[in-house]
């Protein structure tokens, strides 16, 4: 079957650092992608993970491990803005299955 | 701005009816994705199209259908409304579904349906 799994609710403080796991069973596998969505906003682009390892990009950085099925979304030095649920998909054939994300709050 | 345009924005209608959401995808683009999102659930996806032709199918219901023309705009159609169709509905686009890194998604700013 086809399954992503993601905590539904994480707190952080401001200034800290925070890792959203993911951890997926999917058949067929091209990439994962992490997407933000802040409440009724749609959904924007994060990172993309192909390959084993970790992609930096600024704050953001997001780790693969495809022989685990698993990932990770690291946020550092926090913001209040980065208030807002984090979506991990899946991307195979013919298929983008999505997460149902996790709210992460930040708190002052 | 994604680039990603959806009609209308917001849309109140009644059960039973029919409603066609529409969704222009960023230049260049071949793929439109539809999905539902309720209240505190996750994105579901619906349906998927490249270059006007069905490329993949979610969990759509028959009441559900959709197309994309020759222009690549794509049109998401409800009928027999109920009250759990609820929802936003988002359309999102890339730039083809075969090639690494194009397979981003765009995300427009979707179309809050509610249906009394």
């Known amino acids: 079957g086809q399954n992503i799994d993601q905590p539904t609710e994480m707190t952080a403080t401001e200034g800290a650092i925070v890792q959203i796991n993911c951890t997926y069973q999917t058949s067929g596998f091209n990439g994962l992608f992490w997407y933000q969505q802040h409440a009724g906003e749609a959904p924007t682009f994060l990172s993309y993970n192909v390959l084993d390892g970790l992609e930096e990009k600024g704050r953001f950085s997001s780790f693969l491990s495809r022989s685990k099925g698993y990932s990770y979304l690291l946020l550092k030095e926090l913001q209040m803005k980065d208030s807002a649920s984090y979506l991990c998909?899946?991307?195979?054939?013919?298929?983008?299955?999505f997460g149902t994300g996790t709210r992460l709050k930040v708190l002052a | 701005d994604s680039g990603v345009t959806q009609t209308p924005k917001h849309l109140i209608t009644a059960t039973g009816q029919r409603v066609t959401l529409r969704c222009s995808p960023r230049s260049g683009d071949l793929s439109v994705y539809w999905y539902q999102q309720s209240l505190d659930q996750g994105l579901q996806f619906l349906i998927q199209?490249?270059?006007?032709?069905?490329?993949a199918k979610g969990n759509i219901l028959e009441r559900f259908s959709a197309q994309q023309f020759p222009d690549l705009h794509s049109e998401l159609n409800l009928s027999s409304l109920e009250l759990g169709d609820s929802a936003l509905y988002f359309c999102a686009s890339s730039a083809t579904w075969l090639e690494r890194e194009k397979e981003t998604q765009y995300f427009g700013p979707g179309t809050r349906l509610l249906v009394l």
């Open positions: 998909a899946v991307t195979g054939t013919y298929k983008y299955i």
């Open positions: 199209y490249y270059n006007g032709e069905e490329r």
